[in-house]
């Protein structure tokens, strides 16, 4: 069950991993991205400081990781579903929520595991273990390279070609006419400024 469970926990991260990943690069500039892995580190240092107190009420690790799986899954299908909604800033929230989420399930899953079995025991299954986490990072990688990425490649791809439907990361303030109409008082933020740059 160790096996199955990781290699599911790492296929479905890898996916997201591979969302985020595009949709932060093709939304944001690069220089972001310390700004982004700051934002998990300093989360999950919070977040382990109430993880600690939780444990204290809560025996069953088997229980905290569920309630953390199925809680983890509502905030992700809610990033996915009203992403263009959330404005420009959405990919760097998506980014730090998949990061501090892959850390938490994967200390609740040790440490269930750890409850679960001797040292002895662990010796012999935990190497097997970890080759399920290896397997599901393969698989995951496969499963986004022809299905996830394509689609945020797309829409990359369409903003280059002068689609005007407005896309995350593409905020354009609208406080007078010139502006909604890519005149000098045009300001861009996120790809679109970029685009704006080399033409």
């Given at each position: ?35 982004a892995y700051l934002a998990i580190a300093l989360l999950a ?155």
């Open positions: 069950m160790g096996f199955v469970g990781l290699l599911a926990i790492m296929t479905a991260h890898s996916v997201m991993e591979t969302a985020r990943d595009t949709l932060f690069l093709t939304s944001l500039p690069a220089t972001h991205l310390p700004r240092i919070l977040e382990l400081r109430i993880h600690e107190r939780v444990l204290r009420h809560v025996r069953d690790r088997r229980k905290l990781l569920s309630a953390s799986l199925v809680f983890g899954s509502f905030i992700t299908l809610s990033f996915w579903a009203f992403l263009e909604e959330m404005g420009a800033w959405a990919p760097f929230g998506f980014y730090v929520w998949t990061g501090l989420l892959i850390t938490v399930v994967l200390i609740e899953f040790w440490l269930l595991l750890d409850d679960a079995v001797t040292v002895t025991q662990a010796k012999r299954i935990f190497p097997a273990i970890a080759a399920g986490g290896v397997t599901g990072a393969m698989l995951g990688s496969l499963l986004a390279e022809g299905s996830t990425a394509s689609r945020f490649a797309g829409r990359a791809r369409a903003r280059r070609h002068g689609d005007p439907r407005p896309r995350v990361g593409d905020a354009v303030s609208l406080e007078d006419p010139g502006r909604s109409s890519g005149g000098p008082g045009c300001r861009r933020t996120g790809t679109s400024a970029r685009l704006a740059a080399s033409r």
